[in-house]
């Protein structure tokens, strides 16, 4: 992503207002769950945690439900959670494989305005969610407004050699807390995108109806779809000043999104490149009525991640190394968060601990703690966490219950 002519001076400011930011001591406000209550929600009947706001560590045996728990406060950030689960997937099952009638997440989360009530679910047997805040109704865009929350798991550890769709949904979580609206409009584009691919298959193209109907798609992908790709080379410019210092053992990282309309915009204003993606999908039509989806548009872009010491592509580093980028990319996330809007994310870390060395572990924990972010971390080793003794409640979990350690 080259810099535009111009704007040099403009981004090296930009960079020194972005390292003092981060680098001033202050303490931000915690996003933190003070409450939660689970009922008929994966393997828990029915769950209340009293919280205090610390960091909370959940250890016990693999499949007792420590990261059903990470899931569900997941859920009250935007988005399909952590396990990206369909909702009736969520609800309890007996023995013999039924679903219980419905589920439901309830929670108390600190924030940067003071407490506020969230609660999501669904009705028996139904994939429609529900969302209420401060006991109104309200969409998942809207839990953005109030709870940013970061995750990495086990299955992530494979990001940077999987397709890059992973690598996509990545990125987006990580605008969500810069730009809650990002979450709603990522949401209609993939809903344009699939109205537009269905008329096209069906050959609608040919019916003046059908046409009007494609123009007024494509004008509506082509907004968003400018908008989506502006807030994600945004952000990854931002991000990878903060990144390339790295955090103690984890390593520095560059941060670019590849794409075309990222490349138009490196050197057109919004509005041409608005027209030219409009201009691009009218023309496309005949190829994409045979193959399929679209083939330009920010569905196909990716997010390219470098180590910087090794100067190797993250894909090239070692599985370790993959690991230790990740996580440094989470950290640098949240530093950035807390320096740009005073509120620091919920960071959900699935069994990361125990696959990181003695030094990048403890390097973790003291950034969980220098931020004072509620991390929630999970491990099936208590000693693990030694360190966050005093520091964090620690929590055991055995057989969909939750006892204090």
Same mark, same amino acid.
């Given at each position: 992503?080259?810099?535009?002519?111009g704007?040099?001076?403009?981004?090296?400011?930009?960079?020194?207002? &972005?390292?003092?930011?981060?680098?001033?001591?202050?303490?931000?406000?915690?996003?933190a769950?003070?409450? #939660?209550?689970?009922?008929?929600? %994966?393997?828990?009947?029915?769950?209340? $945690?009293?919280?205090?706001?610390?960091?909370?560590? !959940?250890?016990?045996?693999?499949g007792?439900?420590?990261?059903?728990?990470?899931?569900?406060?997941?859920?009250?950030?935007?988005?399909?959670?952590l396990?990206r689960?369909r909702?009736?997937? $969520?609800?309890?099952?007996?023995?013999s494989?039924?679903?219980?009638p419905?589920?439901?997440?309830?929670?108390?989360?600190?924030?940067?305005?003071?407490?506020?009530? &969230?609660?999501t679910?669904?009705?028996?047997g139904?994939?429609?969610?529900?969302? %209420?805040?401060?006991?109104?109704?309200?969409?998942q865009?809207? $839990?953005?407004?109030?709870?940013s929350?970061v995750?990495?798991?086990?299955?992530?550890?494979? #990001?940077?050699?999987?397709? *890059?769709?992973?690598? %996509?949904?990545? $990125?987006?979580? !990580?605008?969500?807390?810069?730009?809650?609206?990002?979450?709603? %409009?990522?949401?209609?584009?993939d809903?344009?995108?699939?109205?537009?691919?269905?008329?096209?298959?069906?050959?609608?193209?040919?019916?003046?109806?059908?046409?009007?109907?494609?123009?007024? !798609?494509?004008?509506?992908?082509?907004e968003?779809?400018?908008? &989506?790709?502006?807030a994600?080379? @945004? #952000?990854?410019?931002?991000?990878?000043?903060?990144?390339?210092?790295?955090?103690?053992?984890?390593?520095? *990282?560059?941060?670019?999104?590849?794409? @075309? /309309?990222?490349?138009?915009?490196?050197?057109?204003?919004a509005?041409?490149?608005?027209?030219?993606?409009?201009?691009? !999908?009218?023309?496309?039509?005949?190829?994409d009525?045979?193959?399929?989806g679209?083939?330009?548009?920010?569905?196909?872009?990716?997010? *390219?991640?470098?180590?910087?010491?090794k100067?190797?592509?993250?894909?090239?580093?070692?599985?370790?190394?993959q690991? *230790?980028?990740?996580?440094?990319l989470?950290?640098?996330?949240?530093?950035?968060?807390?320096?740009?809007?005073?509120?620091?994310?919920?960071? /959900? #870390?699935?069994?990361?601990?125990?696959?990181? @060395?003695?030094?990048?572990?403890?390097?973790?924990?003291?950034?969980?703690?220098?931020?004072?972010a509620?991390?929630?971390?999970?491990?099936? @080793?208590?000693?693990?966490?030694?360190?966050?003794?005093?520091?964090?409640?620690? /929590?055991?979990?055995?057989?969909?219950?939750?006892?204090?350690?």
């Open positions: 992503m080259s810099a535009q002519p704007r040099v001076e403009d981004a090296r400011t930009e960079d020194r207002a &972005i390292i003092e930011a981060v680098s001033t001591e202050r303490r931000a406000t915690p996003v769950v003070r409450s #939660l209550k689970l009922t008929g929600f %994966r393997n828990y009947a029915r769950q209340s $945690l009293d919280l205090d706001g610390r960091a909370v560590v !959940l250890f016990g045996e693999n007792a439900g420590k990261t059903n728990l990470l899931e569900a406060v997941s859920l009250l950030a935007p988005g399909r959670g396990r689960a909702t009736g997937e $969520l609800e309890r099952r007996d023995g494989g039924m679903a219980a419905g589920w439901g997440v309830a929670a108390t989360v600190s924030t940067e305005v003071g407490p506020v009530e &969230i609660g679910g669904n009705e028996a139904s994939e429609r969610r529900v969302v %209420r805040i401060n006991g109104a109704a309200a969409t865009t809207g $839990l953005g407004e109030y709870v929350a995750w990495l798991t086990p299955q992530m550890s494979q #990001l940077f050699l999987e397709g *890059a769709s992973a690598r %996509r949904r990545f $990125l987006d979580r !990580l605008v969500y807390g810069f730009d809650p609206a990002h979450a709603g %409009r990522v949401t209609a584009y809903k344009a995108l699939r109205d537009r691919s269905k008329i096209l298959k069906d050959g609608g193209e040919t019916g003046a109806m059908d046409a009007g109907w494609l123009d007024a !798609l494509e004008a509506q992908i082509a968003r779809g400018v908008a &989506i790709a502006a994600r080379r @945004d #952000l990854a410019v931002r991000l990878a000043r903060v990144a390339a210092s790295g955090f103690g053992p984890f390593p520095g *990282a560059t941060v670019d999104v590849s794409g @075309d /309309l990222e490349a138009w915009l490196d050197t057109e204003s509005v041409t490149v608005e027209d030219r993606f409009r201009d691009a !999908l009218v023309q496309n039509r005949p190829v009525a045979v193959t399929g679209a083939a330009v548009g920010v569905h196909r872009s990716d997010l *390219a991640v470098r180590h910087i010491e100067d190797m592509p993250a894909d090239q580093c070692s599985t370790g190394e690991k *230790a980028l990740l996580m440094a989470v950290l640098s996330h949240a530093r950035l968060l807390t320096a740009e809007r005073g509120v620091t994310p919920l960071l /959900l #870390l699935d069994e990361v601990a125990a696959h990181l @060395d003695e030094d990048r572990r403890e390097a973790l924990f003291a950034a969980v703690l220098d931020m004072g509620q991390a929630w971390m999970t491990g099936t @080793d208590a000693r693990v966490f030694e360190p966050m003794q005093g520091a964090a409640q620690i /929590l055991r979990v055995a057989d969909a219950a939750v006892f204090p350690a």
